[in-house]
């Protein structure tokens, strides 16, 4: 069972805060600009990812940068996806997802995972997929395929965090990462920087 927590907007518009520790925080934090935020957030580079999910909640998949590394004991990840978006009611309700590192070639595939109106068949009709051991779709050619279970989720806002174990691991051929920086993307390759 996927157990649910909501962190509540509290003080102002914007803002968010965990039920047990706002009574005792008395001080306001002053508001940050959403703008000055995006700005901010422009500047942290992320690999670039498409989650894919299938099961009773359909077939759906979408490219994410929020995705982050939690534990290797468990193999655990948290992905932060937009409630509005088509994935989000399918991961609740398959209870599974695969995160798809993609790489330097993937720039296209990643824009046709982000363009907003296409259909799902549209999306997956551009690249090729396999079946993963939880049932949902495996990128062949991803840097990695990691197939996960939803252990929890938490509300923030707009978005819900979901807390995954990792199931199964698939490498796939090495190459460049492909990162998203400064408002573009960007081809990494190993070789460390001079
Ligand atoms: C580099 C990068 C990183 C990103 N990282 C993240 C991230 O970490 N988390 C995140 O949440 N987003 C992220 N995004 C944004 C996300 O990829 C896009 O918003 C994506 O379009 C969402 O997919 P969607 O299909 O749900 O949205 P849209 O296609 O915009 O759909 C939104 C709503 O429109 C309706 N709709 C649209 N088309 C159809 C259709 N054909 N049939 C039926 N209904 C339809 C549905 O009601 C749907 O809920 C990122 C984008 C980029 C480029």
């Known amino acids: 069972m996927i157990?649910?927590?909501?962190?509540?907007?509290?003080?102002?518009?914007?803002?968010?805060g965990h039920a047990s520790v706002?009574?005792?925080?008395?001080r306001r934090a002053p508001v940050t600009r959403k703008a000055d935020f995006r700005d901010a957030m422009a500047r942290l580079g992320a690999a670039v990812n498409i989650i894919t999910t299938d099961g009773p909640g359909g077939r759906h998949g979408m490219t994410a940068s929020a995705v982050c590394s939690l534990t290797d004991e468990p193999a655990s990840l948290a992905v932060c996806?937009?409630?509005?978006?088509?994935?989000?009611?399918?991961?609740?309700?398959?209870?599974?997802?695969?995160?798809?590192?993609?790489?330097?070639?993937?720039?296209?595939?990643?824009?046709?995972?982000?363009?907003?109106?296409?259909?799902m068949a549209e999306r997956f009709a551009n690249?090729?997929?396999?079946?993963?051991?939880?049932?949902?779709?495996?990128?062949?050619g991803a840097l990695c395929n990691l197939a996960c279970s939803v252990m929890s989720v938490s509300e923030i806002g707009t978005h819900t965090m979901f807390f995954c174990r990792?199931?199964?691991?698939?490498?796939?051929?090495?190459?460049?990462?492909?990162v998203y920086f400064g408002r573009s993307y960007h081809r990494l390759t190993s070789a460390p920087a001079a």
Do not use: Y
């Open 166 to 178: 990792v199931e199964d691991i698939r490498m796939g051929p090495e190459g460049h990462g492909l």
């Open 127 to 140: 690249a090729q997929w396999e079946r993963l051991a939880n049932g949902t779709p495996g990128l062949l």
């Open 22 to 26: 706002r009574a005792s925080d008395k």
């Open 81 to 119: 996806i937009n409630r509005n978006s088509r994935i989000h009611a399918a991961i609740e309700e398959n209870g599974a997802l695969c995160v798809n590192v993609l790489n330097g070639e993937h720039e296209e595939l990643s824009g046709l995972f982000a363009r907003s109106g296409l259909s």
């Open 3 to 16: 157990e649910h927590h909501i962190l509540i907007d509290e003080q102002h518009e914007g803002s968010w």
